[in-house]
């Protein structure tokens, strides 16, 4: 195979199914047969030209990628031809900036972003920094493991930031393609968990997914609803909305943290008095390391954490882009490059 074929958005929202050279991966690079790739909110960044270094040049999204290594680049020496791995939003970090040298590899600043910055896995075969690379477990399928790279990671990570006793009450915003699985890791983790949705459509999923409480938004103020219950140690905010999380702060309890991982446009609207009493705190969460992916792979694979996806093949990708953008998939969607 010389060539293969590729999803790439041309300018801002065009999509175009391309076929493109094969070429070798760059020194510490490898190079992706690609078996599936999630479809997350932050592809928008992507197809919508934002972030791109040259938004003139088309990039094929996707961060959610799961492949077998097919060709290694000078220099890799960890990672062998016919490696099942992952790559999430981070594609790698440089280990030399200063953030590298102090082991904070999240916020390298010489880190390509997925599909973002660099092409993606919307394609049949990708590329990644060798040190992006995520094993992917023995017994975990593609499409399990793709929504977990990402969607997965980032609400996992974000859990972990909790500072609470076991048993402590934890709220969910949103309970869509993140907060159905933090729902789940949240159980895991050894949190009571309330979930806050709009309307009452998903209660039932949300009990079944072990959520204790369920507080619907769009008729009960989300944060006094939540200080009835005794208030949330933490709240893990989803919703792809400030708007949304405005009303959360004050149902937190003392030294309670609302962590933001659903990114918007608009802003967090807080009253200083409800920071101050109560010395609560508002902090943000952005995935995790590679070998923090690895973990948590292994962490969901023992607990039985599941994403719940839609499966579509890569020729429906941007049917896949429009469905995941219109908030109606249940919850993931994963294109399945194989099929
Ligand atoms: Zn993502
Ligand atoms: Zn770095």
């Not at 594609?91 to 040298?101: D, I």
Request: some cysteine; glycine content about 12%; hydrophobic content about 40%.
């Amino acid at each position: 195979m010389s060539v293969y074929r590729a999803y790439e958005v041309q300018g801002a929202g065009n999509f175009a199914l391309v076929e493109r050279e094969l070429f070798e991966p760059a020194a510490g690079q490898v190079r992706l047969r690609v078996e599936a790739c999630g479809v997350c909110h932050s592809d928008t960044l992507a197809v919508n030209g934002l972030l791109r270094p040259d938004p003139s040049v088309p990039i094929v999204p996707g961060h959610e990628i799961v492949g077998v290594v097919d060709a290694v680049g000078a220099g890799v020496t960890t990672w062998q031809v016919g490696d099942r791995v992952g790559v999430g939003y981070l594609n790698g970090h440089c280990g030399a900036c200063e953030q590298c040298r102090r082991g904070d590899f999240v916020n390298c600043t010489d880190q390509p972003a997925t599909g973002t910055t660099v092409d993606g896995g919307y394609a049949e075969v990708a590329f990644a920094r060798a040190s992006g690379l995520v094993r992917i477990p023995d017994g975990m399928s593609a499409v399990d493991a793709a929504p977990l790279l990402c969607a997965g990671l980032t609400v996992s990570k974000g859990l972990q930031q909790i500072d609470a006793r076991p048993g402590a009450l934890v709220a969910v915003q949103g309970i869509g393609g993140l907060g159905h699985l933090a729902i789940q890791y949240a159980t895991r983790l050894g949190f009571r968990v309330a979930a806050i949705g709009r309307g009452t459509g998903k209660a039932e999923l949300a009990a079944q997914l072990g959520a204790e409480h369920y507080i619907d938004s769009s008729v009960e103020h989300p944060g006094e609803a939540l200080q009835r219950i005794g208030g949330a140690a933490a709240i893990v905010a989803t919703a792809a909305s400030g708007a949304s999380m405005s009303p959360l702060v004050p149902g937190l309890e003392p030294r309670g943290r609302l962590i933001v991982l659903g990114a918007s446009f608009d802003p967090i609207e807080v009253q200083t008095s409800d920071l101050i009493f109560g010395t609560r705190t508002i902090s943000g969460s952005l995935t995790g390391s590679s070998i923090e992916n690895e973990d948590n792979l292994l962490f969901s694979q023992r607990q039985g954490v599941r994403s719940m996806n839609e499966i579509l093949p890569l020729s429906e990708a941007p049917k896949a882009y429009s469905r995941m953008l219109s908030g109606e998939a249940r919850f993931r969607i994963v294109l399945d490059t194989a099929a």
